[in-house]
């Protein structure tokens, strides 16, 4: 998930200068409608995994690049409510990793195109549905400038899951928060471990 500055002024101004400060039009369908929930913390990657008998699982990693587009978008929310957002689909900023990923180590690279996009986070999110993402609870984010060192334990994560390259920038205020994301080109280079 997004750490997000205190100041709610932020979000607003940069939603009036990205033009989305009136009627942000329909939702974008397919990979683009991840909600971007409230904020959580990184862990770091740390593997381990036993058998029913205590053995070790042997692992390896495998290699995970990815380069792409950031979404430009809005998302608003609240404590106890869905975020309502609406993003283009970006173009390789949502990397799905599948069922067995154990924990993913990189470095997200970029150069920023604008004083909007000097900061990207990462995001670990899960499915909602057919084609559809969204962080939890149990989401965990890295936020910060190039290069962005990342690394996200996934032992004890059910299921598939999914990294988010964001350029989301927000705010929030008494239990609710907005925000805005600008088109920013980024590299990943890292690794993904699985089991054997």
């Known amino acids: 998930m997004v750490r997000l500055p205190a100041a709610l002024l932020l979000p607003l101004a940069l939603l009036a200068l990205a033009g989305c400060s009136g009627d942000p039009g329909p939702a974008a369908s397919g990979a683009g409608d991840q909600a ?3 904020p959580a913390s990184a862990g770091p990657a740390t593997p381990s995994l036993v058998d029913e008998e205590g053995q070790p699982v ?5 290699p995970l690049q990815v380069a792409g587009r950031s979404a430009a978008g809005a998302c608003a929310g609240a404590s106890g409510a869905a975020a309502q957002c609406f993003n ?3 173009d390789g900023n949502l990397q799905p990793l599948g069922a067995g ?3 993913v180590r990189g470095t ?3 150069t920023a195109a604008s004083p909007a996009t000097e900061t990207m986070s990462v995001i670990v999110l899960f499915p909602c549905g057919d084609g559809c993402w969204t962080g939890t609870a149990d989401s965990s984010s890295v936020v910060g400038t190039s ?3 990342v690394e996200f334990d996934l032992v004890g994560l059910d299921g598939r899951v999914a990294l988010w390259f964001s350029s989301y920038q927000g705010a929030s205020e008494a239990g609710a928060w907005a925000g805005v994301s600008a088109p920013q080109e980024f590299a990943f280079e890292g690794t ?3 089991p054997e």
Not at 58 to 62: L, Q, S
Request: glycine share 4%.
């Open 88 to 90: 283009d689909l970006g």
């Open 101 to 103: 990923a154990l924990a």
């Open 108 to 110: 997200l690279t970029w």
């Open 192 to 194: 993904v471990t699985v």
């Open 36 to 38: 971007v929930p409230a």
């Open 147 to 149: 290069p962005l060192a």
């Open 58 to 62: 042997p692992v390896r990693e495998e």
